[in-house]
């Protein structure tokens, strides 16, 4: 039982490039959130699914798309990577939206240069 | 304002003190999470609450819903109770829920 995984744990980009964080949840949860923590900043909400094959804006989503998979899979991807967008990134999952326990993977620590 | 404020944003204390951080918010909540973030960046989930008072081990979280407070307690205070603790709210916003997250307070506990 692994819990919420993410791959990969460190990635440096160049300003322009793409690329894609996975997540991955074996609890059989419902709902899926990706989340950025910067300095001094509390989490915020970059994209949220409620359920297999919905997916919402959250507080910060320019810049960013997400997909749903599959009930297990939540992918957030980066289509032109800016310098704004180095962050810690982090995937979260629960049975329940926003009123149940989340369950966090171990970060992604991106840097655009 | 942020909807949800954290006193203090750092606290230091000597070994077995009793610790107390506090959460404040602005507006009408449905749950109260308090998490916790170890020095190498895992987050954990302690409590969610909406009302009353939970205890986990040394740690005990209470929430006084009409002041729209909460505190985190850790009793007998210990190193490996360094991190950053970070209060969350669920918040309704016109038939919307979502989460607002504090800034967290840096608990440094000194041997």
């Known amino acids: 039982n692994a819990g919420v995984t993410q791959t990969p744990k460190f990635q440096v980009l160049k300003t322009g490039q793409s690329m894609t964080l996975q997540c991955a949840q074996d609890m059989n949860h419902n709902s899926m959130y990706w989340y950025r923590q910067d300095p001094g900043m509390g989490l915020r909400l970059i994209y949220y699914?409620?359920?297999?094959?919905?997916?919402d804006k959250g507080e910060v989503p320019n810049g960013y798309n997400v997909s749903r998979l599959n009930k297990r899979e939540f992918s957030l991807r980066l289509e032109s990577a800016a310098p704004s967008q180095t962050s810690v990134y982090f995937c979260a999952s629960s049975t329940g939206l926003y009123t149940d326990t989340q369950y966090f993977g171990p970060g992604t620590r991106l840097t655009v240069l | 304002k942020n909807e949800v404020e954290q006193s203090p944003q750092n606290l230091t204390a000597q070994e077995g003190e009793f610790i107390t951080i506090n959460c404040s918010y602005s507006?009408?909540?449905?749950?109260l999470h308090w998490l916790q973030q170890h020095p190498g960046g895992g987050i954990v989930s302690l409590f969610m609450l909406s009302s009353g008072k939970k205890k986990h081990g040394r740690l005990i979280a209470t929430i006084n819903i009409q002041e729209k407070h909460s505190s985190l307690h850790i009793t007998a205070s210990h190193p490996r109770d360094s991190a950053v603790y970070i209060c969350?709210?669920?918040?309704?916003?016109?038939?919307?829920?979502?989460?607002?997250f504090g800034t967290g307070t840096r608990l440094t506990i000194i041997p």
């Open positions: 507006v009408g909540i449905s749950a």
């Open positions: 699914s409620a359920s297999e094959g919905t997916t």
């Open positions: 969350a709210a669920s918040i309704s916003n016109f038939g919307n829920e979502k989460l607002t």
